[in-house]
């Protein structure tokens, strides 16, 4: 994940599906996972905003969805090779469309069109790529809010129940104390829990703070195609996905563009001379991926606990408890299979199968969750802390599910009925 202002937008790939209604009602409809305190109806109006303030880019009218209101810059080019995937899933009469993208596709905001040159994950250089930094920071800024940069939340302090400041350690490394009404918290579904359970804030401490981590497995089928493809040329998150699937399996196919030619000569391991020439020929501009992201359900002994080394930060260590749970593997496993034959439908001649992505954890969420019983959740359906009501969360520690689409959106949309909440209840 990524530290500094606007977090981990600076380097995210900037595809913003929306949960599914079917998502927030997980153990109602299904017996599994639990429910959302609240509907798609409640967050719809802030996906919306959400949307209008990042800038997005996508096609109206997909059937996965409800109609979305929000208005859209026209859709990013698919590509040779996003046609190719839609050959693919049209020859099997599989839903795709193209994705919902925080990617200018014109000039917008102040800011350019995306050139198309790719890599995305390393931050957009020319500022067509919309992030928290560009997207919500100016305003706040202009409202008078006080930015601190290269500072780190050592500590919340709560006196008589109520969270009274926040210690923090600044870039000089010298320890300041900020006197607080109210606190907010949105520093991501490993911060989070780190700072709350430093800060030790829950009554029980064996409780429900930092359990139910969830990341998203992922999975990739890439199939290889003699015909040539354009994979690399392109925002990375961009081009289409499927969500055939997504109600009965809980998963989405999305087709993610090439890495760029050196990440892909590194992939092939140890080849030298005239075999790793062709084999780069092989791939590069040849191949498609099919990124196969499952939901992962909440599970009380996946978590996040302290250890007891101080890190460079000040702040105490992590150690994260998470193993692959069974109904994952099955769900990347059927996926993969969806994957594998979408892509002979569309022309490939051979598919390579990743059947566990490795470096992935983008999406870190669940361990600050919201719910009604305290027992089972930290925060009510207004991300306020059950123990300490004036700490509140607002990111993706909150999701009592995880969906199975990226949860930049979700964030986007919690993230401002919060502050609708944390309004109210300051003007109350
Ligand atoms: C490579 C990559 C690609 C991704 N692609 C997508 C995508 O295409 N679509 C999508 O929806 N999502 C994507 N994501 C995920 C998405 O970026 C995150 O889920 C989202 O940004 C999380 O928002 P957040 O506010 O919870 O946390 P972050 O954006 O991570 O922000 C947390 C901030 O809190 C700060 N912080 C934490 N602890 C402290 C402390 N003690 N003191 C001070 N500051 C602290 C951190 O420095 C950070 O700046 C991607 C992520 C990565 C890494
Ligand atoms: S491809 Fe990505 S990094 Fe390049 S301009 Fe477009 S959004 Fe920015």
């Known amino acids: 994940m990524w530290n500094g202002v606007g977090g981990s937008t600076i380097t995210w790939a900037a595809h913003v599906p929306r949960l599914h209604p079917s998502d927030l009602h997980r153990r109602t409809l299904d017996g599994v996972g639990d429910d959302w305190p609240f509907s798609y109806q409640d967050l719809e109006p802030y996906y919306d905003l959400n949307d209008i303030a990042l800038g997005v880019a996508g096609l109206a009218g997909d059937p996965a969805y409800p109609p979305k209101r929000s208005p859209r810059l026209p859709p990013l080019p698919i590509g040779r090779m996003g046609r190719t995937a839609a050959r693919g899933f049209d020859a099997l009469g599989w839903h795709w469309w193209p994705v919902d993208a925080a990617v200018n596709s014109g000039p917008h905001g102040g800011r350019p069109p995306c050139s198309n040159a790719g890599p995305c994950l390393l931050g957009c250089p020319i500022r067509a790529k919309s992030s928290a930094d560009l997207a919500y920071w100016p305003a706040a800024l202009w409202r008078g809010v006080d930015l601190r940069t290269g500072c780190i939340a050592q500590e919340i302090v709560v006196r008589g129940g109520r969270a009274a400041a926040v210690v923090y350690r600044d870039p000089a490394g010298v320890t300041q104390e900020q006197p607080a009404d109210l606190v907010v918290v949105a520093g991501n579904g490993v911060g989070t829990a780190r700072l709350l359970l430093a800060s030790k804030v829950a009554r029980d401490p064996d409780g429900p703070l930092g359990r139910y981590l969830m990341f998203h497995p992922v999975a990739y089928a890439r199939g290889m195609f003699h015909e040539e493809l354009d994979g ?12 055939e699937f997504y109600e009965t399996q809980h998963i989405q196919l999305q087709i993610t563009r090439e890495n760029s030619l050196l990440a892909q000569a590194l992939r092939l391991g140890p080849v030298w001379g005239a075999a790793a020439h062709r084999l780069v020929r092989e791939e590069f501009r040849h191949s498609l991926s099919v990124m196969v992201v499952a939901e992962d359900l909440p599970e009380p002994a996946q978590r996040v606990t302290l250890t007891r080394a101080t890190e460079a930060d000040g702040l105490p260590g992590v150690r994260i408890e998470y193993a692959l749970s069974e109904n994952a593997r099955r769900i990347l496993d059927f996926g993969l299979d969806r994957a594998e034959e979408m892509l002979r439908a569309a022309g490939a001649y ?79």
């Open 350 to 428: 051979r598919v390579v199968r990743v059947p566990l992505a490795p470096l992935t954890g983008w999406h870190l969420l669940g361990t600050a969750r919201m719910g009604i019983d305290p027992a089972t959740s930290v925060t009510d359906a207004r991300g306020r802390l059950h123990d300490v009501p004036n700490i509140v969360v607002a990111d993706g520690s909150l999701f009592p599910t995880a969906g199975a689409v990226n949860p930049g959106a979700t964030i986007g949309a919690l993230a401002l009925r919060i502050a609708d909440g944390v309004a109210e209840d300051l003007a109350s």
């Open 232 to 243: 690399p040329s392109g925002p990375v998150g961009a081009c289409v996905y499927s969500h």
